[in-house]
C-alpha cells in the first residue's frame, strides 16, 4: 500500500520563529490532507490540498503531485500552534486515508 | 452547531466486557469512519461506512463491530476478543462534495 512518511518527527520552536513541515508519499494521489491535533486529542482539518498553494492566515501548504510531496508552513508560530500535525492521502476512491506518523510541534514561549 | 459528537470523553471496561462508543454527526455525510491511536503513533483505520446499512472492514478490525443504521449514527462496540483495547478513539465523517474528513473530539478507552 501507500507509504506516507513525515519529517521531522519533533520540532521545538520559539515564539515567532518560522518552520517548514513535509510529507513525502510513494505512490500518486488525487488529493492530501493536513491535519492538527491539539494537546486534547482533538483533530482539526488544516488543509485539503490536491496539489498547488493554499493559504490559511500564519498557516500555508503547498503540495507537489507530481514529486509526491507536500510542505505545511507555519510562520511566526505561536504557542497554540503546538500540537501534532498529519498529513494523509487517499488509499482508494471510497475515502480511506492512510496516515503519515505525525510531526510533534512545540512551541516555546 | 453542526458537527460531530463522541460519547463519552472517557470510558474504562473490565476485563470480558464489550463496550459501545457512540459517534453522531448533523452534517449530512453519507461516509462515516472510526479510527483508532495509540499513543505517540498515527491514526489506523477500524472500519468505515459509506451508507446506510452498509460497512467495511479497516486495517485493524479484529475485535471491533460496528452498524450502521441511520445516516447520522455510527457506533463502535469493543468486543472482549479485543485484547488490547485502551487507545484513543477517533470518529470520522467526509464531505462527498469536497473529500474533506472532519473527526469528532474522541474517546479515551481504557481497560481496568
Not at chain 2, 462534495?97 to 479515551?108: C, K, V, W
Request: aromatic share 12%; with cysteine.
Amino acid at each position: 500500500g501507500i507509504q506516507v512518511e513525515q519529517s521531522p518527527p519533533d520540532l521545538i520552536l520559539q515564539e515567532g520563529a518560522n518552520s517548514t513541515l513535509r510529507c513525502n508519499f510513494s505512490d500518486s494521489v488525487n488529493n492530501l490532507q493536513w491535519f492538527h491535533q491539539n494537546p486534547w486529542g482533538q483533530l482539526i482539518n488544516l488543509f485539503y490540498i490536491p496539489s498547488g498553494t493554499k493559504q490559511n492566515g500564519r498557516l500555508s501548504a503547498t503540495t507537489v503531485a507530481t514529486e509526491r510531496y507536500s510542505l505545511l508552513y507555519i510562520s511566526s508560530s505561536q504557542t497554540t500552534d503546538s500540537g501534532v500535525y498529519f498529513c494523509a492521502v487517499p488509499t482508494d476512491s471510497w475515502g480511506k486515508l492512510q496516515f503519515g506518523a505525525g510531526t510533534q510541534v512545540v512551541v516555546t514561549p | 452547531d453542526g458537527g460531530i459528537t463522541q460519547s463519552p470523553k472517557y470510558l474504562f471496561r473490565k476485563e470480558g466486557q464489550n463496550v459501545t462508543l457512540s459517534c453522531e454527526q448533523n452534517l449530512n455525510h453519507d461516509a462515516m469512519y472510526w479510527y483508532r491511536q495509540d499513543p505517540g503513533q498515527g491514526l489506523r483505520l477500524i472500519y468505515y461506512s459509506q451508507i446506510v446499512n452498509d460497512f467495511q472492514k479497516g486495517d485493524i478490525a479484529e475485535g471491533y463491530s460496528v452498524s450502521r443504521e441511520k445516516k447520522e449514527s455510527f457506533p463502535l462496540t469493543v468486543t472482549s476478543a479485543q485484547k488490547n483495547p485502551t487507545a484513543f478513539y477517533l470518529c470520522a465523517s467526509r464531505n462527498r462534495d469536497s473529500g474533506a474528513l472532519y473527526f469528532g473530539a474522541g474517546t479515551r478507552l481504557s481497560v481496568l
